[in-house]
């Protein structure tokens, strides 16, 4: 089992819909990280976070630390938001400060 | 442009031979991290340096060794090629210890034929 799971793997939806990417993990964390990677391979951090909520733009990162769940939310999709979502962590700092991956989700949005 | 730089962006190599990967960090960032993505496996980590020590290892091979220079820059070196190595390498930076967020490179695409 993987220590960060993403859910949907795939999501296909139409332009303008509400879109929400689930994210969960296993124990505790010092932060949890949503990244972009579009199909040219190149990855985008969107945001970081530990605690509450973040907001840029059209996205919307949350996380709830008790129960161990993050969600990427992202209002008004485009098709340009087309890509592979991926949730990452940092596990406590006796794991170091490297990155766990969740395995990704690959949203396509039509016009 | 990111701030990181890798090179070279793609690289084709035979089977049993040996590549170097290079990496150049956002100014003023220590820490150096080497990930490799594969369709099989997904993101994974292989190692990290901070200012020019090994800092953590992961699920890297015995076959691949790296080292962070004293300008920061770090090398990633895979020897013994195998198929099974064909994967994107990316590189990211991190600016200290601190609750800090990572930036990435655009990432090597290795491919061994």
């Known amino acids: 089992k993987n220590e960060v799971e993403q859910s949907p793997q795939n999501l296909t939806a139409q332009e303008g819909e509400f879109i929400t990417i689930n994210c969960s993990y296993s124990?505790?964390?010092?932060?949890l990280h949503w990244l972009q990677q579009h199909p040219g391979g190149g990855i985008v951090s969107l945001f970081m976070?530990?605690?509450g909520k973040k907001k840029h733009g059209r996205l919307i990162a949350t996380i709830n630390i008790q129960e161990k769940h993050s969600s990427l939310h992202i209002t008004a999709s485009h098709p340009r938001d087309s890509a592979v979502y991926i949730c990452?962590?940092?596990?406590?700092?006796?794991?170091?400060?490297?990155?766990?991956f969740g395995e990704g989700t690959q949203l396509t949005v039509n016009p | 442009d990111s701030g990181v730089t890798q090179t070279p962006k793609h690289l084709i190599t035979a089977t049993g031979q040996r590549v170097t990967l290079r990496c150049s960090p956002r100014?003023?960032?220590?820490?150096v991290y080497w990930y490799q993505q594969s369709l099989d496996q997904g993101l994974q980590f292989l190692i990290q340096y901070y200012n020019g020590e090994e800092r953590a290892k992961g699920n890297i091979l015995e076959r691949f060794s790296a080292q962070q220079f004293p300008d920061l820059h770090s090398e990633l070196n895979l020897s013994s090629l195998e198929l099974g190595d064909s994967a994107l390498y990316f590189c990211a930076s991190r600016t200290g210890t601190g609750g800090y967020g990572y930036t990435f490179g655009s990432g090597t695409r290795l491919t061994v034929v």
């Open positions: 990452a962590v940092r596990f406590g700092e006796t794991s170091g400060s490297r990155l766990t």
């Open positions: 124990v505790g964390i010092s932060a």
């Open positions: 100014s003023g960032d220590l820490s």
């Open positions: 976070l530990s605690s």
